[in-house]
């Protein structure tokens, strides 16, 4: 029984010092903001094909479906 009331006071104390950081942590530290700049490539926005790398091979195309007509 000793060692069991050891074990949940030591978990305790643990809990307790990082309660203890966290609060340290949101008292005295401040973020800093800055701006973020995200580049598009104009082509993701026009819409245009994307054209392999040198020395890549291209995607296979899949064909378009076959039209069918009925008579």
Request: hydrophobic fraction near 50%; aromatic fraction near 6%.
């Amino acid at each position: 029984m000793p060692t069991l009331i050891r074990l949940v006071i030591s978990l305790l104390f643990l809990v307790g010092l990082v309660y203890v950081g966290m609060f340290v942590l949101v008292a005295y530290v401040e973020p800093k903001p800055k701006q973020e700049t995200i580049r598009i490539p104009t082509r993701e926005l026009l819409g245009e094909p994307v054209v392999p790398a040198l020395g890549t091979q291209a995607p296979a195309a899949t064909p378009a479906p076959a039209a069918t007509t009925t008579p």
